[in-house]
């Protein structure tokens, strides 16, 4: 996902005494419409109508923005050091899942679609493989892949490892890979 920077607001532009604009008062109607679509429980209960000052204005923003994300980030813990078993036959498990990668890869159009032939993939390796690279063309990385080939080989042999990124490039600094900037540097100032 593009990460999209948004710049500070300059110093003094907000003031939590100063009365509310009328812009302010028209995105507090329709963050309030939009909050009646929450839960009962979750919702404040606050008439947006008697919000006079900017800082009513922010306090009421901030506890619907917060209601309206609760769930905050998932945290997908690590698989344990040996789980991964290359040449281990796929369980049944890996195996739907194997299925329902191909369900969402027949959504692509047919120049995105990787060719592969998922009754021939029989390993971990080959389904994570295929995993891989079904992964990256629905992020819209297929354009950086090599094209598949279409000839009448067995499926098994076009199973190909996935390619590297350029993030898996990046030189490695103290052990770690070094991270591309995801987000864009601040825009610099216009000198006058």
């Known amino acids: 996902m593009v990460k999209i920077f948004v710049p500070k607001p300059a110093k003094g532009s907000f003031n939590p005494d100063r009365p509310a604009s009328d812009l302010l008062k028209s995105q507090l109607k329709h963050l309030a419409a939009v909050e009646q679509k929450l839960p ?26 917060a209601r ?15 789980s991964f078993h290359p040449h281990r036959p796929m369980s ?8 329902h990668f191909r369900t969402v890869e027949m959504t692509l159009p047919p120049r ?16 994570a493989a295929y995993v891989a690279q079904v992964t990256q063309r629905l992020h819209g990385e297929a354009s950086a892949l090599p094209a598949q080939s279409t000839t ?4 098994r042999s076009r199973v190909q490892a996935p390619q ?29």
């Open 92 to 99: 049944d498990l890996l195996r739907s899942q194997v299925e």
């Open 164 to 192: 590297p990124s350029a993030e898996s490039s990046a030189p490695e600094i103290g052990g770690k890979k070094a991270a591309k900037r995801a987000t864009p540097r601040k825009p610099r100032k216009k000198k006058e």
């Open 152 to 155: 009448t080989q067995p499926a």
């Open 112 to 127: 995105q679609r990787t060719n592969i032939d998922v009754a021939a993939i029989a390993t971990e390796h080959e389904a």
């Open 68 to 82: 309206l994300h609760l769930r905050g980030a998932i945290k997908v813990p690590r698989p344990a050091p040996g």
């Open 40 to 65: 009962h429980r979750l919702r404040t209960g606050h008439n947006v109508e008697h919000f006079k000052t900017e800082g009513e204005a922010s306090a009421y923003i901030a506890q619907v923005t």
